[in-house]
């Protein structure tokens, strides 16, 4: 399920946006100004939607602020129908722009539309609730920090990402991963660098035991 951020001060918007997302699939997180919408960004962000005018800034400054982070793909939600509003939101990184008033099923359109380019761009990025895994850096974060994982911890780590929402056994768990020297990881190695992995990110509740079975990588709702 992937998380959108919300940033509207306006609460009766704020709450259709809401309701609309959780219908289709998606998970909101709101923020009523901009404060709070930088406190709530986090690498298991997905997608924002943002208001330009906020009672504590501008949807500008929090573009800025977040583009700096990570390229988050960014809509913005605004009142500002101005062919130079328009221009200066996209040029600042905005991946679209969406004057106010506007129909819930054209959003939500630009919305999947936006998820998939990005995915495209993307596919060397996975992650799951407040993990994201960079495979071009060979580095993995957690609520926005750099864990240090070992090579094991971060192969099983890869292993459960690319198969999210799937349980895998621990049979195929243990065919994936292979030590650095190309040799077998037996049942005990893999509950050990298991446990250590969770350890390192936090006990995550993304992560599964399916107990008698294997584990599972899933988003938590």
């Not at 219908?23 to 298991?44: H, I, Q, R, T, Y």
């Not at 998939?116 to 993990?131: E, F, P, W």
Request: hydrophobic share 40%; with cysteine.
């Amino acid at each position: 399920m992937k998380k959108i951020l919300i940033i509207e001060d306006d609460e009766t918007i704020q709450f259709a946006l809401q309701t609309a997302l959780y219908k289709n699939g998606f998970k909101p997180v709101c923020a009523l100004n901009l404060d709070e919408g930088k406190k709530k960004l986090s690498d298991s962000i997905s997608l924002v939607l943002l208001d330009w005018n906020l009672p504590d800034g501008t949807g500008s400054e929090f573009c800025h602020y977040a583009k700096a982070q990570r390229d988050v793909p960014i809509i913005f939600l605004t009142v500002r129908d101005e062919e130079k509003d328009v221009v200066q939101g996209l040029d600042m990184g905005a991946d679209d722009y969406i004057v106010k008033p506007f129909q819930l099923s054209i959003l939500l359109s630009r919305i999947k539309a936006v998820l998939r380019r990005t995915k495209v761009i993307d596919q060397s990025v996975l992650s799951c609730g407040d993990i994201t895994l960079y495979k071009d850096k060979t580095a993995v974060f957690c609520n926005g920090k750099e864990i240090g994982l070992t090579a094991g911890e971060y192969r099983l780590l890869t292993v459960l990402l690319e198969n999210k929402n799937q349980t895998l056994t621990r049979s195929q768990l243990l065919n994936k991963l292979w030590d650095t020297e190309g040799n077998f990881v037996n049942d005990n190695t893999l509950t050990v660098t298991m446990k250590r992995l969770r350890e390192k990110l936090n006990n995550p509740t993304c992560i599964k035991t399916i107990r008698g079975i294997g584990y599972r990588m899933e988003d938590s709702l």
